[in-house]
């Protein structure tokens, strides 16, 4: 991408002229004001939403104001570019879609022919079509809407990756990596930050939880070695409405079931491969979903494990979650082959370490030994953020929030106009900090 913030700027005046204004806000905090009136309040508290008082998800956020960007003048920066290479794969940009799970989420609130269960279709293929026009990475995520195979085909030849969710079954855990190098998937991304689910007040105080409801659990129920553990649970229950047959939190068995139930359940049925009516009338629905809730993570994970997934896999591995030094350089020796600096947007840990903050420490330690690559995420919502995470060390960073509100607003026209947006911005910035490629981002940028 050459000189894109000139093109992306002078196409929205050119268009203000005509009283056309841009699909989705430019200002960050319009953008996520406006996806919040859009979306559903269960969404919107998922999406936004971090972990206890949102100290995190604040210290993410103001964490870039701590480090200024420095202007240079009378560089010649005529011709800048933003591609990059990451694992031997030419970039646009230096820039990524990060995993999001649940997306269905963000777009619930358009109430297409179908409803609510037309939220499936419109969440990561529309992601797919604004990634591949753009040429950039999707992340596909573990808890995704719709089962990867079927983002790959939207993807195209566009690049792609896989995000891990490790399960407690490691058949799931081999079945999943094998799809996703199946479906041209280039590296497996491990996320470590969320063997226990973190304590997220808001989603807490609506008694929200998407996978409770079969939202986001696409890539299990579309999984033989998943489908074999819900079969197993249905015959050791030996009849519908057997122990553990109600839906998770609902507290049906207190006597006649609620609307809220009801709902959950019609949920479940709608999600489940196969007619509706027929999911509403056998056990495997509610079985999948209690399926889920037993293996979805596991606690006892170690770094020895690593070589477990090594010997599975030939694709680069990165784990993302590291906020510490030492635990880059234990991943970086157990067979990693790459390092994402990442809080999970805050969603864990209320009053943890901002993202941005632990990056330069990770950076510092990986360097002294290898070239392996730092991605960041946590915190990004403007390309002013994409620089200062690059001057800091990164490689290249993920966005997480920004896009899928864009989703939420517009569509894959507006993950793509909110990814322009932010690229811009980030090529303008270069030019008025004196800088023509992301390989010239450099501390010497900031006011440290």
């Given amino acids: 991408m050459r000189n894109v913030g000139r093109t992306v700027q002078s196409s929205i005046y050119r268009d203000g002229l005509f009283g056309r204004l841009p699909p989705v806000p430019t200002s960050p905090d319009a953008l996520a004001e406006a996806a919040r009136r859009r979306m559903t309040r269960t969404g919107w508290s998922y999406v936004a939403g971090g972990a206890g008082a949102q100290r995190t998800v604040d210290a993410n956020r103001e964490a870039f104001g701590r480090y200024r960007i420095v202007p240079r003048q009378m560089v010649d920066v005529g011709e800048r570019s933003l591609a990059t290479t990451l694992f031997g ?20 609130h358009q ?4 409803g609510r269960g037309a939220a499936p279709r419109n969440a990561e293929p529309a992601l797919a079509r604004a990634a591949r026009d753009l040429g950039l990475p999707v992340v596909i995520s573990s808890q995704a809407s719709v089962p990867m195979e079927d983002t790959a085909a939207v993807l195209g030849d566009s690049p ?9 079954d490691d058949a799931v855990v081999e079945s999943f990596v094998a799809r996703a190098e199946a479906s041209g998937c280039e590296a497996i991304v491990v996320t470590l930050d969320t063997h226990v689910l973190g304590w997220r007040t808001l ?10 409801r079969a939202e986001g659990i696409a890539q299990y129920l579309s999984d033989p070695e998943f489908q074999k553990l819900v079969e197993a649970r249905v015959r050791g229950r030996g009849r519908a409405g057997g122990a553990g047959s109600e839906p998770a939190g609902q507290g049906a068995a207190t006597g006649r079931p609620t609307l809220a139930a009801v709902r959950s359940l019609l949920s479940m049925a709608r999600h489940h491969p196969g007619p509706t009516w027929r999911n509403l009338s056998q056990p495997y629905a509610r079985a999948a979903v209690e399926t889920f809730l037993d293996v979805f993570s596991r606690s006892t994970l170690a770094w020895a494990d690593l070589a477990w997934l090594r010997q599975r896999t030939t694709l680069p591995i990165l784990v ?16 990693a ?17 901002a993202s941005l903050d632990a990056l330069g420490p990770v950076v510092d330690a990986v360097r002294r030994h290898t070239r ?11 390309g002013a953020d994409v620089f200062t995470a690059l001057a800091l060390g990164a490689d290249a960073v993920l966005l997480g929030r920004p896009w899928v509100y864009g989703l939420a607003l517009a569509g894959a026209d ?6 322009e947006h932010i690229l811009a911005e980030l090529d303008i910035t270069m030019a008025l900090a004196g800088v023509s490629t992301p390989g010239q981002i450099g501390r010497q940028n900031l006011a440290l």
């Fill in 414 to 419: 507006g993950v793509r106009a909110v990814t």
């Fill in 372 to 382: 392996a690559p730092v991605l960041f995420d946590s915190g990004i919502r403007t």
């Fill in 89 to 108: 794969r030419d970039l646009p940009a230096p820039v990524l879609f990060g995993p999001v799970g649940a997306l269905e989420l963000a777009v619930q």
């Fill in 111 to 114: 109430r297409a022919r179908g």
């Fill in 337 to 353: 082959n790459g390092i994402i600096v990442s809080n999970h947007g805050g969603r864990q840990i209320d009053n943890a370490v």
């Fill in 203 to 212: 989603d807490l105080d609506l008694g929200y939880l998407p996978f409770a």
């Fill in 320 to 335: 993302k979650g590291i906020q510490h030094p030492d635990d880059a350089h234990r991943a970086l020796d157990h067979g």
């Fill in 160 to 168: 792609r990756w896989f995000q891990l969710y490790w399960s407690s």
